[in-house]
């Protein structure tokens, strides 16, 4: 419950009333707060639906508006993490090759030292990278095919455990490269060079773990910065001083990022997929405006002109 009081769901529902949200049906009010919890549910969502100078909700105001706002965030969890997963995939597979091709596939070569760059506190990171519980040295033994490969041939490739790292430790790994490996890696994206790879790299991690735990995502902002790019001034995006008002730390910075690392087919598919969504909630909801949403979301009203220009 928000605040550390429990309340019973008969307490939490008075207290939505007595704030000015409306609840025509009761018992399906009480049904969605027990499925998915007063916390994540109507504190995670109210702030576009209240008044900010009265913190009561605007006129007009429903439980069922807190819902299909859950619901819209719940489609675009669903959206982004799979289309995260494509390029989480591609980059796994291009490093694995990348690094074999250079090195070799022997898990010797895979946890030297000498086979990355970072110094002072990123060396820290890179040795923990290598050696702690789940890292490259102890990668979870629950999957048989690792199992399998420590057991009868006592060496287990990279591209063998590559499919058990997160996309934390993968993009991770991909910064700690020696920057020939990370060139080889980054021409197998068309688009981008080595480093504003390992920055979208950074920011997507971010954005995937957002939908991955289920946490708010149509408004989050993050605490890295997407890098400056070619569609940032094709679209004309605003300034604030010498940065960009949007697609730097919010949702549509993963939008640009998405652009840039999944093929052209299926970044055109997931444009198609985002804006049925987006046009959906608006078209069946008027508590919150179209205008107020894309600030919310960090979306220029351009947005959709993404694939009108070449990278």
């Given at each position: ?256 990022a998405l652009c840039y690392l999944l ?49």
């Amino acid at each position: 419950m928000s605040g550390g009081e429990f309340r019973t769901y008969d307490e939490q529902i008075a207290k939505l009333l007595e704030k000015g949200l409306a609840v025509s049906d009761v018992a399906a009010a009480k049904s969605k707060l027990a499925a998915v919890g007063y916390f994540a549910l109507v504190s995670g969502y109210k702030e576009p639906l209240r008044d900010p100078s009265t913190r009561r909700y605007k006129p007009g105001v429903s439980f069922d508006d807190v819902v299909a706002l859950y619901d819209f965030d719940d489609a675009l969890r669903d959206l982004f993490e799979r289309a995260i997963s494509d390029v989480e995939l591609k980059l796994k597979s291009t490093l694995s090759y990348a690094f074999c091709e250079r090195h070799g596939e022997g898990q010797a070569a895979y946890l030297d030292p000498a086979n990355y760059t970072p110094k002072g506190k990123k060396a820290k990171a890179m040795s923990k990278l290598l050696t702690t519980p789940g890292g490259l040295a102890n990668v979870n033994t629950d999957y048989a095919y690792i199992v399998h490969h420590r057991k009868k041939r006592g060496n287990v490739p990279l591209w063998v455990i590559m499919r058990a790292l997160t996309f934390g430790q993968a993009s991770m790994m991909y910064s700690f490269l020696l920057p020939a490996d990370k060139a080889a890696v980054a021409k197998g994206f068309d688009h981008v060079n080595e480093r504003e790879l390992a920055q979208m790299m950074l920011y997507l991690v971010l954005y995937r773990n957002v939908c991955a735990h289920g946490e708010r995502l149509f408004s989050h902002r993050a605490y890295s910065d997407m890098p400056d790019t070619a569609l940032h001034a094709k679209l004309g995006l605003a300034r604030n001083g010498q940065e960009y008002a949007c697609g730097k730390r919010d949702l549509f910075g993963c939008v640009i990022a998405l652009c840039y690392l999944l093929s052209a087919e299926g970044f055109l598919a997931f444009k198609r997929r985002l804006a049925s969504i987006i046009d959906r909630f608006l078209r069946g909801n008027e508590a919150v405006e179209r205008g107020e949403l894309f600030a919310y979301m960090g979306f220029p009203e351009n947005w959709k002109d993404v694939t009108r220009y070449r990278m």
